[in-house]
């Protein structure tokens, strides 16, 4: 395994230089061909790129070849999402992240964050250009609730462009893919993020992108008596729905800022990135911990255990559901139901089914 890892890295290095080749001899789809295997070659380059040389230094390229070519990759890659061949779409979204010259750092949290905070607290959630047309649905269905305490966590820099001009704050996180391979990584960072929150004395409820807000569930969520205000499934992982019964989704969950949920948070991003996925994470955190639930005539569970000193509440299906199919849906103020669909362009139907408002994305969703 340790052998693989240093293949892939040295063919990665070899990608780099092949690319960096390329654009100095002014042949960019070659270059943005080489740049983006050398990132799947290895995830963690993704984060290093902020400090690398930007397409426009690699030799004397042309910048007025730069921006033509990056539009006709992302308007490429629209088209494809929008006919449901994702995978295509994918790698040409990527080519028109390599080409963006938006790589550079936020450095300023706090001042970011500050102006969106609302009763100690904000809405995060974190979005790849190829799931904006989700977003944007979830979005609306916020700004019609009156909602507007969101920080978005941009994956790639169409995304961070496409957020600045709907004057949505976000904090810019590179890790530029639509990979399988790159979840690891985006699960583990964002949660990262999510710790700057914390660290500034900020509560955050994480909501997913396509846990759409029917209602707003802020007061009802915020008034729970616990560190932890998470949903509920019965999903992965599968060693705490044998012993519980149900998980803890983190589809939709609050943490809260204190002592007790900064001292878990270091454990929980290191389990983040041996198990490679949040959700299990925590849920793997409390089971190790002996976490036991009490519920109450509300429909309420609260959960706490000997090894670790905080406390958790899962919400009942009338506040944050998550339905498979219509037959399950409910009167709830969270509609979060499982897209088990292989594109974008289906996902945005089985939220159509549902009777959620998709607006412009509908167009998406009738395309057959």
Not at 125 to 148: C, D, K, S
Not at 249 to 257: A, E
Request: proline residues 3%.
């Amino acid at each position: 395994m340790k052998m693989k890892k240093l293949v892939r890295l040295a063919l990665s290095k070899y990608q780099k230089i092949r690319a960096k080749a390329a654009f100095r001899k002014q042949n960019l789809k070659s270059g943005v061909m080489a740049f983006q295997r050398a990132l799947d070659l290895d995830d963690n380059a993704r984060l290093s790129m902020l400090n690398r040389i930007l397409p426009n230094s690699w030799g004397r390229v042309d910048a007025k070849l730069i921006e033509p070519l990056k539009e006709t990759y992302l308007k490429e890659g629209e088209a494809y999402l929008a006919a449901g061949e994702d995978d295509v779409a994918g790698e040409k979204l990527a080519a028109a992240i390599v080409l963006s010259n938006e790589f550079s750092e936020q450095r300023d949290f706090e001042k970011l964050i500050s102006p969106i905070i609302c009763d100690d607290h904000l809405i995060v959630t974190q979005v790849a250009y190829n799931y904006f047309p989700i977003f944007e649905i979830w979005h609306r269905n916020m700004l019609r609730l009156g909602i507007e305490n969101i920080l978005l966590i941009a994956l790639d820099p169409l995304t961070a462009e496409r957020a600045r001009l709907m004057g949505i704050r976000y904090w810019y996180l590179p890790i530029f893919a639509f990979q399988k391979s790159a979840r690891r990584l985006i699960w583990t960072e964002t949660l990262k993020v999510r710790r700057k929150v914390l660290d500034a004395g900020v509560s955050y409820l994480h909501s997913d992108a396509d846990a759409i807000w029917l209602k707003d569930v802020r007061q009802i969520v915020l008034s729970q008596d616990a560190d932890f205000v998470t949903s509920i499934a019965d999903g992965a992982p599968k060693n705490a729905l044998d012993r519980w019964g149900f998980v803890m989704c983190l589809g939709f969950y609050l943490c809260r800022s204190n002592t007790r949920t900064k001292g878990v948070y270091d454990q929980y991003i290191k389990m983040c990135d041996h198990l490679g996925h949040d959700q299990n994470s925590l849920n793997q955190i409390f089971l190790d911990a002996g976490f036991n639930w009490v519920p109450d005539k509300n429909g309420y569970k609260h959960g706490s255990g000997p090894g670790i000193d905080v406390s958790a509440t899962i919400l009942p299906e009338r506040i944050v559901s998550r339905p498979r199919t219509l037959h399950e849906k409910i009167d709830t103020g969270v509609l979060h139901p499982v897209l088990s669909a292989r594109t974008i362009r289906e996902k945005i139907e089985i939220l159509d089914n549902f009777g959620i408002d998709v607006g412009k994305s509908r167009e998406m969703a009738a395309k057959k």
